[in-house]
């Protein structure tokens, strides 16, 4: 670390007592290499870092930043400018070329907020750069104009060449390095800075002010989703992960709507095409449309998941990634590391002491402005300076003026002074004559009132700043809402979602697997990423690495991928407890293994061997046929033995004894069904991920062809799978297990029609989203409910004020038809609000009631008792 208190900022000295021509010729100094080394590479490093790349807490600029800022200020006329010419009057400031003028310039106008821009500055969302400076052009933007400029109260220095002047900083009073973000690379170390939300800025800037406590998160332009669970106050050791918006269109086509931070289409596509090439994913084709907006089209292959592929997008590909921030900032011409929460503290305590600095200023000119009114009125009213008509010399004209003011001094509020005199000789004789009494009183009174103003605002300076940020906030807070959404992110298990990309081959006798034994046996489709288990003859197993080829031992009865914590596939043995052990038979599933590490079945004696496997990925317990081996006294040589009857217990258990006898062989008889149940699904609403580990929204019990209904808030419905990869629409209303036949009673407005209506109707399967208000788009859903016998009250509005409500009793008004009807039109007046209210007939189908809950006054009337056939309403 550079300690910046150890050398002179300015450079080109020598330590005290250094003598440089120590050894050297009359004409030339010698240095010794380290010296020069320990002096101007700690220079060197210190300008980089102060007047290159980290940028300062007071304005958030970088230097060439607030050159281009100060340049643009001093050639402002409301006009555009030549961005050439804005690189050309910025050199006279910023010594560094007019490449890096140019690319800064660029930067400031794809931020949106400093600088208005005209022609063509390029494309953040694809990469495209700006044209050449010489065909686009800049000016400063209002909100610019605003709050960063004020000569006043701006503290200047000598430019780098002493022939102007240009600011140490510039009197920001907004957050604006947190707004914009910024990004830069110093000697030995680095900055960092994430943009925020402009609106956000705001109100966490007003919540300080207030005393109160506030929180704020990254946004960026190119909007996408952000996990910010370790963002850490943007300091070092945090980090976010930021993806893309990926939409399902159909079983065939995903969209990518939105980008991650930092990436363009062009990069985005780049690493979508290296991942299928690959074979972590399956893409059969892709389109970019993307214009104002991304539009990324991706075709799969035929039979490929769509939700498996884009949590494989997610998994290989830029479409998510993670960024390191690091808030590093000049504060007292250091870098320091602090958080952004400490940035915005600093930067609203600075605008508290900006504006009021402001305002002592014109407090201050509002005095002078009132004392030399009020002298010129005494001046001009009471004829002082007819005193002067007899004086024959100047210094006679400033002492017949000073004696005539004497004796209504008494009426200021300072003393005259020399200067105060000579401004009263230079009033012309023409103002004079034309002097208007009340118009002067007047100005003098409009003085008076501003500087009470001013003064209320010095005394109440806090409330006078959080209402200067509210009307920033409504002057240039619109259109500047979040665009990025913030999620948290589900961990995504690269071997569970990637793409079969190779062949698993084995040879079971000599004990070699791998993906280049084609001469073998093939075993299954496997990726390059996945773990195998191999189980041999004598019971041991061990998981391994998928590799060209490997040696795992000898007598390989079973070899397939190994899924991690997979507890639904059962392994179904028999095994020999020894050479001459009794026959054991176990269920058992296989996970948390360590790879390349060997496990055992069977309790390890010698001689013990499997005689009998089977894996089942859902359980199931199969029928076998035992025979025995031939011997006298036998009298039972085959028996039937079905593996449902006994329990599933751990891979290390005993098992239970099949039989002491020796066995010719074990046969399969009957395919058995799972023994499992049905599978136990949650719901997730924080990542909007089913789970099978209890968090979120129980759904139910799953199996078989069981589905999933999902019902959004823009009147959509669609049917999915129960499978952990399914994603879902971040707008969901209702999402349940799916029961066919349930009626849906809804009411909502059709912007097409202008009226309300109400229909009844049954869902029908359907994987793609269907629609069942109008599709018009200022259409909109009310309510949705599931009770029997709805009924809703209208309150009507407008002319029709004082009309009494009404009543509909839903399954009186209208029969259930297909969702696809438009429905019947609730009424032709004005209506106020529509509320659904208690039913009057009640379902005959009632659910068991527990112990004292028929009689709990507090037990709602409708029959929504499970949480996953809950009633939302709007």
């Keep these: 670390m550079v300690n910046f208190d150890d050398f002179d900022m300015e450079g080109g000295d020598f330590a005290e007592g250094e003598n440089p021509g120590e050894g050297s010729s009359s004409l030339h100094s010698v240095t010794a290499l380290s010296g020069m080394y320990q002096d101007w590479f700690l220079d060197y490093a210190s300008y980089v870092i102060l007047e290159r790349a980290v940028p300062h807490i007071n304005d958030g600029l970088k230097p060439v930043q607030r050159r281009i800022l100060h340049s643009m200020k001093r050639m402002d006329d409301g006009r555009f400018n030549k961005v050439a010419n804005i690189i050309g009057h910025t050199m006279q400031f910023h010594p560094h070329g007019d490449a890096s003028i140019g690319d800064a310039l660029v930067q400031l106008g794809e931020r949106d907020l400093l600088v208005d821009t005209q022609g063509n500055w390029g494309n953040i969302l694809t990469g495209d750069g700006a044209a050449a400076a010489r065909y686009i052009e800049a000016r400063l933007s209002k909100f610019a104009l605003d ?67 506030f929180v704020i998160y990254p946004d960026f332009p190119t909007a996408g989703m952000i996990d910010v669970s370790r963002y850490n106050d943007g300091q070092r050791g945090g980090v976010v992960k930021v993806r893309a918006r990926i939409e ?84 007292d011409n250091k870098p320091s590391f602090i958080g952004v929460s400490h940035i915005l503290k600093h930067s609203v305590d600075r605008t508290v002491s900006m504006l009021k600095l402001e305002l002592e200023i014109r407090r201050n000119e509002l005095q002078e402005e009132w004392h030399m009114s009020s002298l010129e009125k005494i001046f001009i009213e009471e004829r002082i300076y007819r005193d002067i008509e007899e004086c024959e010399t100047w210094e006679a004209v400033l002492a017949a003026i000073d004696k005539g003011l004497k004796p209504f001094r008494k009426r200021l509020q300072r003393d005259v002074t020399t200067d105060d005199i000579i401004k009263l000789t230079e009033i012309k004789i023409k103002r004079i004559s034309k002097y208007d009494a009340k118009k002067a009183d007047e100005h003098i009174k409009g003085i008076e009132s501003e500087l009470q103003e001013v003064n209320n605002h010095l005394n109440n300076i806090i409330s006078f700043t959080i209402n200067y940020f ?50 073998d046996e093939f075993v299954c489709d496997c990726s390059d990423i996945d773990d195998i288990l191999v189980i041999r003859r004598n019971g041991t197993y061990l998981i391994t690495k998928v590799a060209e080829k490997v040696f795992v031992g000898t007598d390989i009865i079973h070899a397939g991928v190994f899924l991690k914590n997979d507890e639904r596939t059962i392994f179904n043995l028999v095994y020999q407890d020894g050479k ?94 799972s023994t499992l149940g049905g599978r136990k699904i949650w719901f997730d609403d924080a990542v909007l991920r089913l789970n099978v ?104 509005g407008g002319k029709y004020v004082n009309r009494d409500n009404e009543i509909i009793e839903v399954a009186e008004f209208i029969g259930v038809k297909s969702y696809k009807a438009r429905g019947r039109r609730l009424t032709n007046y004005t209506v106020a609000n529509i509320n659904e209210i208690e039913p009057v007939v009640k379902s005959e189908v009632t659910s068991p009631e527990l112990p004292g809950e028929a009689d709990d006054p507090k037990k709602p009337p409708h029959l929504h008792d499970d949480p996953a056939q809950m009633k939302l309403e709007l």
């Design 470 to 519: 509210r009307q920033i906030k409504k002057k240039y807070g619109k259109g500047r809402e979040r665009k990025t959404e913030i999620r948290n992110f589900d961990t995504i298990q690269a071997a569970k979602v990637v793409a079969n990309n190779a062949k698993l081959y084995a040879n079971f006798k000599e004990g070699f697997i791998g993906t280049s034994l084609r001469k």
């Design 580 to 673: 001459d052990g009794p026959l054991l038979v176990k269920r058992c599933s296989i996970t948390g293994l360590t790879r390349d590490k060997e496990y055992n079945l069977t309790p390890g004696k010698a001689g013990s061997r499997v005689t009998y496997l089977s894996v089942n990925p859902n359980g199931e317990a199969e029928v076998v046929k035992v025979y025995h081996k031939p011997r006298p006294r036998l009298k039972k040589l085959e028996f039937e033995f079905d593996f449902g009857s006994i329990g599933i217990k751990g891979k290390s258990s005993m098992g239970n004894i099949l039989t002491r006898n020796p066995v010719h062989r074990i046969s399969l008889k009957e395919k058995g069904l």
């Design 248 to 331: 399902k269109v159909d079983k065939k086509e995903l969209v990518i709507t939105e980008i991650p931070f930092g990436k363009t289409t062009t990069t985005l596509i780049e690493s979508i095409v290296k991942a299928n090439e690959k074979g972590k994913i399956k893409i059969r084709k892709i389109d970019d449309n993307t214009a104002a907006d991304v539009e990324i089209v991706l075709q799969l292959m035929p039979g490929v998941s769509p939700d498996m592929t884009i949590d494989a997008l997610y998994a290989f590909t830029d479409c998510e990634y993670s960024i390191s921030p690091n808030t590093c900032v000049i504060v």
């Design 693 to 796: 580990d209890g968090r979120g929204l129980f759904l139910g019990e799953f199996g078989g062809d069981d589905r999933i209904l999902v019902i959004t808030r823009n009147g959509y419905f669609r049917h999915t799978g129960f499978d952990l990869s399914a994603h879902f629409e971040d707008n969901i209303l209702i999402i349940e297990k799916f029961r066919p036949g349930k009626v849906y009673s809804v009411v909502y407005w059709d912007d097409q029609q202008k009226y309300y209506y109400v229909k009844r109707f049954m869902i029908e399967e359907s994987e793609k989203p269907q629609c069942f208000i109008s599709e018009d788009p200022g259409s909109k859903l009310l309510s949705i409910t599931e009770v029997e016998y709805p009924r809703f009250e209208i309150k009507f």
């Design 147 to 213: 709050v960063v400029f004020n000569p006043k109260t701006t503290e200047w220095k000598l430019s780098y060449d002493g022939r102007n002047k240009e600011p140490v900083t510039l009197p920001v009073k907004f957050p604006l390095l947190l707004a914009m973000g910024v990004e830069g690379i110093a000697v030995g170390l680095a900055s960092k800075i994430l943009p925020h939300n402009f609106n956000e800025l705001i109100d966490a800037a007003i919540d300080h002010l207030q005393g109160k406590d």
